[in-house]
């Protein structure tokens, strides 16, 4: 994990493809098994693979209801190299007022008979970098990289 500025960063290199990396962050069924730390449970409310789609998950509270998680809209994909999506913006461009304003750029590119899997997270400024860095970044999003890279191993 890299910190600059008010960004974070971080990879893995995943043993499988980047087509069967891109068809576990396609299909909501396969989201929903690896994108929040178990065992906390994932629910894919929305995967609109589009710019202007929207990305909307959310997970299971201690006390067993569903929260927001993630409400966000994507800028920018192409299958099997690029994601970006931001939590300034939710489905079809309108603004939001995020509890963290961030955008992400979810990076596959093909290594040997794996995946180089890169998350570059930007913030608005570098206190909600550090705030983010501080709530887990690399533990949380290194935990679901793992979870990723697990899931791809068996996936059909």
Same mark, same amino acid.
């Given at each position: 994990m890299t910190a600059v500025n008010n960004e974070l960063s971080i990879?893995? /290199?995943?043993? =499988? *493809?980047?087509?069967? #990396?891109?068809? *576990?962050?396609?299909?909501?069924?396969?989201?929903?098994?690896?994108? %929040?730390?178990?065992? %906390?449970?994932?629910?894919?409310?929305?995967? @609109?693979?589009?710019? =202007?789609? $929207?990305?909307? +998950?959310?997970?299971?509270?201690? @006390? $067993? @209801?569903?929260?927001?998680? #993630?409400?966000?809209?994507? /800028? @920018?994909?192409?299958?099997?190299?690029? /994601?970006?999506? +931001? +939590? +300034? /913006? *939710?489905?079809?461009?309108?603004?939001t007022e995020p509890w963290l304003a961030l955008t992400a750029i979810i990076t596959f590119a093909a290594e040997g008979n794996g995946t180089h899997y890169s998350a570059r997270v930007m913030h608005k400024n570098a206190a909600d970098s550090r705030k983010h860095e501080e709530m887990g970044f690399q533990e949380g999003w290194g935990t679901t990289i793992d979870q990723l890279a697990a899931f791809v191993e068996h996936l059909e």
């Open positions: 990879s893995r /290199l995943i043993n =499988a *493809a980047p087509s069967e #990396v891109w068809k *576990a962050w396609s299909k909501p069924e396969h989201l929903a098994r690896w994108w %929040i730390p178990h065992p %906390i449970e994932c629910k894919v409310v929305k995967l @609109d693979l589009r710019p =202007a789609g $929207g990305f909307e +998950t959310r997970m299971r509270g201690g @006390d $067993g @209801d569903f929260k927001p998680h #993630v409400e966000a809209c994507f /800028l @920018d994909i192409v299958p099997e190299q690029r /994601l970006v999506w +931001t +939590t +300034t /913006l *939710a489905e079809g461009w309108r603004p």
